[in-house]
């Protein structure tokens, strides 16, 4: 079995592959740690009864956070292998201008999303920053990964606002959705920065065929949807997905 880790900025993303798609996913197990050294203990010692043969990895934190967590897993498998950004995976073509300096959690959240559907569609990964790619299928029939916006992620957009502004307070209100019309400091912070974020996601899926799925994962991703209906389908762990399919092809 594989044990897949997403290194991402505010917490530890983990999966075991199940070997097999079951209900589309190839995650049997899966969960979130936070990198305090207490929990990332925890959960290595949970860890201990599952049988590992490989340990596959995506970060975009620095190396001193990924050896916090690779010291406790240091008896349990190979040396982990590290995920990088490709040309190609399969059949999905990379289009990125500059390869080199896309996210890897973009492009495994991309791979994982395109395994799971097989169509175009939109990617939306709502987390600390919120990114919005495009998968397409040009003329030829072949799958491309076009890319897309990064935005700050919601918390982010709220932190500047409060941080930043001289009297705006670390807004708590409520959403107000049309035709309501946020009428204290508090809901217009939380409303323009839902509002803000929904209008890019709305824009960029412009890009894309007249009922394309928009697929949205992350932490934010359910406070989205509310706002944006069902046209959004939340998957957990889109870039886990895609470690798993890397690595059961790659095995």
Known sequence: M??????????????????????????????????????????????????????????????????????????????????????????????????????????????????????????????????????????QGEPCYRGGLIVPGLDLMLQSLHQRTARLPAAKGRYREAPAVADNTDDAIISGAIDATCGAIERMAQRLPEGAPWLITGGNAERLQAVLGARVQVVEDLALEGLAIHALNHH
């Open 2 to 139: 594989h044990l897949l880790l997403d290194f991402g900025n505010t917490r530890l993303k983990w999966a075991i592959t199940s070997g097999a798609p079951s209900n589309g996913s190839r995650l049997a197990q899966k969960g979130a740690v936070s990198y305090e050294k207490a929990a990332i203990s925890a959960w290595a010692r949970a860890l201990q009864s599952v049988s590992i043969d490989e340990i596959l990895f995506a970060s975009v934190v620095g190396d001193e956070l990924e050896a916090k967590v690779f010291v406790q897993l240091s008896a349990r498998a190979s040396k982990p292998k590290r995920f990088q950004v490709a040309t190609q995976a399969g059949a999905l073509q990379n289009l990125y201008a500059t390869p080199q300096t896309l996210g890897v959690d973009r492009w495994a959240a991309a791979i994982g999303a395109w395994g799971l559907i097989k169509q175009p569609c939109l990617v939306v990964c709502a987390g600390t920053a919120t990114t919005i790619d495009l998968i397409d299928t040009p003329q």
